[in-house]
């Protein structure tokens, strides 16, 4: 960055930092967005795999589930 504030006027540095800070900041809301969906999607699927082994396995009941599914499944 140093070589861009010799080259540039204070007036266009400052308005590249500004630049380079929202596009750092978008960059970070893209990446929580993306987050977010996948964990929902993941969640998602893991209920339709339950519902749909409960219809598929009659017995399903006996077949352990790990505890940590259900609250994870609630959070979406």
């Known amino acids: 960055m140093g070589l ?3 080259k540039l006027s204070s007036e266009d540095f400052n308005q590249l930092e ?3 800070d929202l596009r750092s900041q978008s960059e970070s809301i893209y990446a929580t ?3 977010i969906n996948g964990f929902k ?3 998602l699927m893991m ?3 339950n519902a749909a082994k409960e ?3 009659p017995d399903s009941k006996y077949i352990p589930v790990p505890e940590y599914i259900v609250p994870i499944a609630l959070l979406c």
């Open 47 to 49: 209920v339709e795999i």
């Open 18 to 20: 500004a630049l380079l």
């Open 41 to 43: 999607l993941g969640a």
């Open 4 to 6: 861009w504030k010799e």
């Open 33 to 35: 967005t993306t987050f």
């Open 55 to 57: 219809d598929l396995l």
